[in-house]
């Protein structure tokens, strides 16, 4: 694709997430982060044309996924990481192809992925 061509809808999806980590510290001031992070879609938006609220069209609202990630401890009250989430739980199923008759022959699952860059405050 060209510069300034038209790559499909874009997706906004909303989330509340509660992330539930266990760290394990490899020193003073670096630290590693894991465990499993259960969220709730809130609201589904695109910039499809005609659309604007899809939340309605996904299969699973809940999603369970995994969370790694890497900090470190600046001073006593800030802290600096970097995680990464991935999907357990499918959020939603595509049709690829079907057949003469409109029997699906094959679908694509969609989950949720994304990395995270943070600075910490502790109170």
Do not use: W
């Not at 509340?16 to 499993?36: A, C, E, K, M």
């Not at 604007?52 to 069209?57: A, I, K, R, Y």
């Not at 609202?61 to 006593?76: H, P, Q, T, W």
């Amino acid at each position: 694709m060209r510069k300034g061509e038209n790559r499909g809808p874009k997706f906004a999806l909303h989330y509340i997430q509660l992330p539930v980590l266990t760290d394990f510290y490899l020193g003073n001031r670096f630290f590693l982060s894991i465990g499993p992070e259960l969220s709730y879609m809130l609201s589904a938006k695109t910039n499809q044309e005609g659309l604007n609220n899809v939340t309605d069209v996904y299969d699973n609202r809940f999603e369970l996924s995994g969370v790694v990630g890497a900090n470190y401890v600046i001073n006593k009250n800030f802290d600096i990481g970097l995680r990464f989430n991935h999907g357990i739980t499918c959020i939603d199923k595509i049709t690829l192809t079907s057949d003469t008759n409109g029997e699906i022959t094959g679908e694509s699952k969609l989950y949720n992925r994304y990395i995270q860059g943070f600075i910490r405050f502790k109170i």
